[in-house]
């Protein structure tokens, strides 16, 4: 009977961390953090000072929509890099996301 009880437990216990989960949310702040703060620390460019991601630069430059940045960042420009080969779609929507916020709130 003890048997069957832990085998009957481990089953479960097999069935329940197997079960597919949703995908977790990207989160653009750890996504900034990890691929972009080294040029963009706190808004800021440290190639092109002109080009910042505060909220007038943004506009400026025509990057102050989701769909301008997800195009900036996916194909890069300039000496921006391209991060379309290494961050996926998902994570750049959510850095783009996040960037726009930040400009909102001014950095």
């Not at 750890?30 to 963009?40: I, K, P, Y």
Request: aromatic share 6%.
């Amino acid at each position: 009977m003890k048997k069957i009880l832990i085998s009957a437990l481990v089953l479960v216990c097999v069935a329940f961390f197997s079960l597919a989960r949703p995908a977790l949310a990207a989160d653009g702040a750890a996504v900034f953090t990890a691929n972009c703060a080294s040029c963009h620390q706190g808004g800021k460019n440290v190639v092109n000072p002109a080009k910042t991601l505060k909220k007038e630069d943004l506009s400026k430059n025509g990057k102050d929509s989701v769909e301008a940045i997800v195009t900036q960042v996916t194909k890069g420009n300039g000496a921006m890099p391209a991060f379309g080969g290494r961050l996926s779609a998902e994570d750049i929507e959510a850095v783009a996301n996040y960037v726009l916020a930040q400009s909102e709130k001014g950095w």
